[in-house]
């Protein structure tokens, strides 16, 4: 035995052995498919649970996201679910400080990490899809476009079935697939609403824009308090007002879309008024003297008396009378979008419409907080975060309950709008 080992061959071999678990140890491995890794000869199996499920050597990139906020959100969540399909991971995208969307040169791009925390989606949303940045790639020159189809020709199975087929195949060769088209908020829809959901709680604002709106709820729970302690003698007794966040769409390019798709729709429950929506959230079963914080994109309001007309006993703010109007000013309309999109969330009670995204995701997140603290039966009066929508008359002309219907196939009732609102 000793002789053999001494031998030539045998001292060649295990030379050999002690080169690669050498190299196993001390060079990073070679990625491959479904938590299985190649380096040369030696196979490794990696059991990181954000590598479960999500391939991380290949890439998924998508043209800049643009439009609102919340279709913004749509539309990355899109791009997460386009590439989950795919089985690669999604490069961080670029999305659009500004409201801008036909100029492109007033864009705005802003990256994804300046918004919501990167690691942190990754985290939370670890094994179902994945973030990766640009320096994670390792030859930019291995690109496959992807066209995507648009016309009427261009339908969801065809939509579906291009995306099929670049997901197997000598596709898979190419290191990154770039989807060259239209804005991914428009791109054809094949997931159910729960799918979206995950990718929306995965979602958490970098601690800047947090905080930004913490200040803006301290400063209305503040108001209310006051306003409670000088109705009430005995201050062991005061109950801080409740607030009820209103998301007032009557700015100039709501009025014009909202009346063009009424037209197209044939239904008059789209479009409201200052008129009809101060007097539907004036007849809230229960609803007494409350702090209203009215959520309205300034610079396209065409009416400054959105203060005026409200039933006696109602406090009404915006940023201004509510003095953190120097919050806002200080960012783009995205960021400003965001810290409303927070307050709106944490409201005691919201109303907004049924046609609006920015609406429909709040209603959306709270449904899933109702669905979180075990309640059953959600359309309760006395139920914890309820929602409203006040384009729909609900009792006593007050506006209709609203939740959202998990169970949804598809994202369309959200992403476009609808009468239809479960409650």
């Known amino acids: 035995m000793g002789g053999t080992l001494n031998s030539t061959p045998c001292k060649c071999m295990l030379l050999f052995v002690f080169i690669l678990i050498l190299r196993a140890i001390l060079l990073p491995p070679l990625h491959g498919f479904d938590g299985v890794e190649w380096s040369n000869f030696v196979f490794i199996r990696n059991h ?20 609102g906020l919340n279709n913004q959100k749509i539309a990355f969540a899109r791009a997460c679910l386009t590439a989950r399909l795919l089985n690669r991971t999604l490069l961080m995208p670029s999305l659009s400080a500004s409201l801008f969307y036909k100029e492109i040169d007033l864009l705005q791009p802003i990256s994804f ?20 940045r640009y320096s994670d790639v390792l030859n ?80 209305i729970i503040a ?62 079963a229960g609803l007494k003297t409350p702090v209203v914080y ?9 009416n400054s008396s959105i203060l005026e007309g409200w039933q006696e006993g109602f ?3 915006e940023k201004k009378k509510l003095g953190v109007d120097g919050i806002y000013s200080k960012y783009p309309y995205l960021i400003q979008s965001a810290i409303d999109y927070e307050v709106c969330l944490r409201a005691d009670i919201f109303v907004g419409n049924s046609f609006s995204t920015f609406s429909s995701l709040i209603v959306l997140e709270r449904t899933q907080k109702m669905i979180r603290m075990g309640i059953d039966d959600m359309c309760q009066t006395d139920v914890r975060w309820p929602s409203y929508a006040y384009n729909i008359a609900g009792e006593s002309n007050g506006p209709m309950r609203w939740i959202t219907n998990m169970s949804d196939s598809s994202l369309k009732a ?6 239809h609102i479960s409650c």
């Open 223 to 284: 108001v209310g308090n006051t306003e409670s302690m000088e109705k009430e003698n005995d201050s062991s007794s005061i109950q801080p007002l409740p607030y009820v966040a209103v998301h007032m769409r009557i700015e100039i390019d709501w009025m014009i879309h909202c009346k063009k798709l009424e037209q197209r729709l044939q239904t008059n429950q789209i479009c409201s008024s200052k008129k009809e929506i101060m007097e539907r959230v004036g007849n809230i």
């Open 113 to 132: 990490d300046k918004v919501f925390q990167f690691d942190k989606f990754n985290a939370l949303c670890s094994g179902f899809v994945q973030l990766g």
């Open 140 to 219: 930019r020159t291995q690109v496959l476009e992807m066209q995507k189809g648009s016309g009427r020709k261009w339908t969801v199975e065809r939509d579906l079935d291009q995306l099929r087929q670049h997901s197997k195949g000598s596709s898979n060769d190419h290191e990154i697939i770039r989807i060259v088209g239209k804005n991914p908020f428009l791109w054809h829809d094949h997931w159910p609403v729960k799918d979206y959901a995950k990718v929306f709680e995965c979602l958490v604002l970098v601690d800047e824009i947090a905080k930004e709106a913490d200040r803006v709820v301290s400063r």
């Open 294 to 302: 009215l959520a309205v994109a300034d610079q396209l309001l065409k």
């Open 315 to 317: 406090l009404p703010f």
């Open 414 to 419: 959200i992403s476009y709008g609808t009468d």
């Open 48 to 67: 990181s649970p954000a590598s479960v499920g999500v391939r991380q050597d290949k890439f998924l990139e998508v043209p800049q996201i643009v439009w």
